[in-house]
Antibody
């Protein structure tokens, strides 16, 4: 059974940094796009970023572009999100999700597996 | 960016009755050359991550009960629960994957009447 386990969340001051990790198992990690999606308390879902299996293709939401960096280590089956210059509006549960794609893994489609999420709170 | 809207914001349906949730995209998510609608539906229960229900607008994910069905094309889509069960209480989201940024609808909260 596919497993995604996020870690690294916590309380950080505005302007601070945090690095989230997602440990993946029970599937061939390098074959899939992976994504970060966040959910502010009591709010809806917001796609943050995704990265292709070989890290060649990366996209970000405008709200985080220039501040967040997504990366992956296929040898460690791990996905990361480096978050800098954090703002109060970045407070959310951050989910790691596997992205189902075309047979080549070249085109990202929908999110077929989600982790339980890790809470990031940005507050002074 | 493609803006997704949903209606209603919330609804309450009696057990065993039909529940219908609508989703509209600001531009078509139909990829004509593949004849596929790049639209998914998710269910989120309190304290849990979202769960994929439907993709390609009408394809049920493995293990999802057949009382859940998706329909529509282009810009207008519907999620139908044919006979509401107690365990279906949740928030439901539609999402387009036609273009980046991938965007979600605001969600529809479904309760028991």
């Amino acid at each position: 059974q596919v497993q995604l386990v996020e870690s690294g969340g916590g309380l950080v001051k505005p302007g601070g940094s945090l690095r989230l990790s997602c440990a993946a198992s029970e599937f061939t990690f390098s074959d899939y796009y992976m994504s970060w999606i966040r959910q502010a308390p009591g709010k809806g879902l917001e796609w943050v970023s995704h990265i292709s299996g070989g890290s060649s293709y990366i996209n970000y939401a405008d709200s985080v572009k220039g501040r967040f960096t997504i990366s992956r280590d296929n040898a460690k089956n791990s996905l990361y999100l480096q978050m800098n210059s954090l703002r109060a509006e970045d407070t959310a549960v951050y989910y790691c999700a596997r992205v189902s794609g075309d047979w080549l893994g070249a085109v990202p489609y929908y999110f077929d597996y989600w982790g339980q999420g890790t809470l990031v709170t940005v507050s002074s | 960016d493609i803006v997704m809207t949903q209606s209603p914001d919330s609804l309450a349906v009696s057990l065993g009755e039909r529940a219908t949730i609508n989703c509209k995209s600001s531009q078509s998510v139909l990829y004509s050359s593949k004849n596929k609608n790049y639209l998914a539906w998710y269910q989120q229960k309190p304290g849990q991550p979202p769960k994929l229900l439907i993709y390609w607008a009408s394809t049920r994910e493995s293990g999802v009960p057949d009382r859940f069905s998706g329909s529509g094309s282009g810009t207008d889509f519907t999620l139908t629960i044919s006979s509401l069960q107690a365990e279906d209480v949740a928030v439901y989201y539609c999402q387009q994957y036609y273009s980046t940024p991938f965007t979600f609808g605001p969600g529809t909260k479904l309760d028991i009447k």
